[in-house]
């Protein structure tokens, strides 16, 4: 499997030295959901170690591909959040347009959150498991 997207939990466990997640990464392409990058500069700007956290960022992020969203990110963004709503199960907003753009690239989730497996047609690979 090749041209995973990872999520926010798989890139901070990296960061800890997380040897299982270091394995899985070492022997798979992966690309990174631009909104992850949004949620690792945030989790950082409210860091005690701040500059420490910023720089880890800055250095990983000039090593991975990045994935923005587009229009079509935009529409899967729109059909995954009303099928969450009409079954009564929602989840963070920024997870939704993580899904999408998983979606919308044909891209396997790499992530520890349980609830991404509400999302239909989102293939996930959890490393927890």
Aim: aromatic content about 10%.
């Amino acid at each position: 499997m090749s041209g995973n997207l990872l999520d926010t939990n798989i890139i901070i466990d990296w960061f800890r030295g997380d040897e299982k997640t270091i394995s899985f990464l070492n022997n798979f392409d992966f690309e990174i959901p631009v909104i992850v990058i949004g949620e690792l500069f945030y989790g950082a700007e409210n860091s005690s170690k701040k500059e420490k956290h910023f720089e880890q960022i800055k250095s990983f992020i000039k090593e991975v591909s990045i994935i923005n969203s587009t229009n079509e990110t935009a529409k899967i963004y729109a059909s995954i959040k009303s099928q969450l709503k009409q079954e009564g199960k929602p989840i963070p907003e920024n997870d939704i347009w993580i899904a999408a753009i998983a979606i919308e690239n044909n891209k396997s989730l790499v992530t520890n959150d349980q609830h991404f497996t509400l999302i239909k047609g989102l293939k996930i690979i959890n490393l927890k498991q």
